[in-house]
């Protein structure tokens, strides 16, 4: 394998690197707050969603939610919601993987960087020892 010089500077691969690592962080962050969102939503109302309606206490919402109407709907929904749940897993899982292979490789681009940087300054300390001599 031929190594090339990398245009960017080490300051340009750190901030890169960051950027790659704080994406990570917030993909979290929306799921867990779209978690949580969702459940909030269903805890602090009685309205059903499977007709709109607005039940007047939270022991009318449970006798509806044992009608057959109501059981067939939460099925469906069940199902859509969890096809709806893979993509958007799916979706993260996907770009994770994209912002773990971008950081093994800012990572190899890091350690060449420092391991030339050693070499030039080895280079360095064996000049000034032959020319103080
Ligand atoms: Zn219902």
Redo the contacts with the bound molecule.
Sequence with gaps: MQEHADPRSFEELIREYLNVASLSVMYFFIDTFFVYYTKMEVQNTFI????N?DYITNRNLKQ??K?K??LD??NRSELRDLKIDLTRKDNIIKALEADKSHLQELNLMLMRNTQRKTVRQREAHIRDGLSSA
């Design positions: 059903c969603k499977c007709n309606r509806h939610r009608t109407v109501h709907w939460e």
